[in-house]
């Protein structure tokens, strides 16, 4: 039974831990020290590192875990891996033996032009592209590329769990809630979510349902979004390209 566990780092990343009592993966190791402290706690072999893109509060701790784990790194191609790694793009499957699972590859350029997903077991790893109630910062890429790349994500299934980058939910929600303040499940999802963030705990991960009926960036095609973007009757992608701006500003 693969179990899942956040690794909270700096100020709001998470890395996530993928065990199986014995080995483990992580995504996005920023920082070696947390990393190091719980698989030593839940005495794991660190087997597999996947990253999604090159930031280096993704990467920053890649190297030295190295050195006590000289184990496989699967990230795309960029020229600022120091690291040795497998590239991986659009289509690859990776597959994690010692932990008995395999996921698939998703190009999702926008927040970088290299980025890229994981999705299997009915996981999804996504980096910087998909935060729980929000979207990530375009530093690399357009607009276009982005909300093309969420809709790939908003296309899995509903069920999917969304295991994002960063704790980002509630403030997300209370921006998305300024956009459509009629909309009951996005009242009930803060709600829910300032009472799990009272207690310290991690708001994720989401499920793709759950991102759809309270996630403005995937609801761009709504007459609602659309009318608070400022754009009016306009296309999604005018919206969408509109309230990441606002919310860059929020």
């Given amino acids: ?111 970088t032009l290299e980025h890229v997903a994981y999705y299997g077991a009915n996981c999804l790893f996504c980096g910087d592209t998909l935060f729980g109630a929000g979207c990530g910062r375009m530093f690399e890429g357009t607009p276009a590329q982005m909300q093309a790349s969420l809709q790939r994500l908003a296309d899995l299934p509903a069920e999917t769990r969304v295991y994002c980058a960063h704790e980002y939910t509630e403030n997300n929600l209370r921006f998305a809630l300024g956009l459509e303040p009629h909309n009951y499940a996005l009242a009930l999802r803060l709600q829910e979510t300032e009472k799990i963030r009272v207690r310290g705990l991690p708001t994720l991960p989401s499920t793709i349902k759950q991102e759809l009926a309270t996630n403005p960036f995937l609801r761009c095609h709504l007459e609602s979004i659309q009318s608070a973007s400022g754009v009016g009757s306009a296309d999604s992608l005018q919206a969408f390209t509109a309230i990441r701006k606002m919310r860059n500003d929020y």
């Fill in 1 to 111: 039974m693969l179990e899942i566990l956040p690794i909270p780092a700096f100020r709001d990343n998470y890395i996530w831990l993928l065990h199986n009592g014995r080995q483990a993966a992580v995504v996005d190791p920023g920082d070696a020290a947390p990393v190091i402290q719980a698989l030593k706690r839940l005495g794991l072999q660190l087997d597999t590192i996947l990253i999604t893109h090159h930031h280096d509060d993704h990467i920053g701790g890649v190297s030295t875990l190295l050195q006590t784990w000289p184990t496989t790194v699967y990230a795309p191609n960029h020229l600022s891996h120091s690291f040795p790694h497998v590239t991986v793009e659009e289509g690859d499957r990776v597959r994690l033996q010692a932990l008995g699972a395999e996921f698939m590859v998703f190009a999702v350029p926008g927040h």
